[in-house]
Nanobody, 117 residues
């Protein structure tokens, strides 16, 4: 089993920045790719950014150029640097890790990001 714990959320003004962190523990040897998802009230959970085992990244169009995902494999951490935040970025952000075989997903508890206008 894998446990994921997010941190770094909070309340920021539009145009500000936050850095989210996700720490993985447990059977971390089973983790393949990792990523960040977000869910706003009344909306579907959506992929924000992902990073593969090889370091390839992908981003939602809405955050491209503003957010950067990175991974510290040695420390089993993944980060999301969020710059130029907009009110529409307000959501609960969830860390995700995929089993290396792709058979299941692990999720963190979520961290609230609120961007005020």
């Amino acid at each position: 089993q894998v446990q994921l714990v997010e941190s770094g959320g909070g309340l920021v003004q539009a145009g500000g920045s936050l850095r989210l962190s996700c720490a993985a523990s447990g059977s971390t040897f089973t983790i393949g790719s990792m990523g960040w998802y977000r869910q706003a009230p009344g909306k579907q959970r959506e992929l924000v950014a992902g990073i593969t085992r090889s370091g390839t990244t992908n981003y939602a169009d809405s955050v491209k150029g503003r957010f950067t995902i990175s991974r510290d494999n040695a420390k089993t951490m993944v980060y999301l640097q969020m710059n130029s935040l907009r009110p529409e970025d307000t959501a609960v952000y969830y860390c995700n890790a995929k089993h290396y075989l792709g058979s299941m997903d692990y999720w963190g508890q979520g961290t609230q990001v609120t961007v005020s206008s």
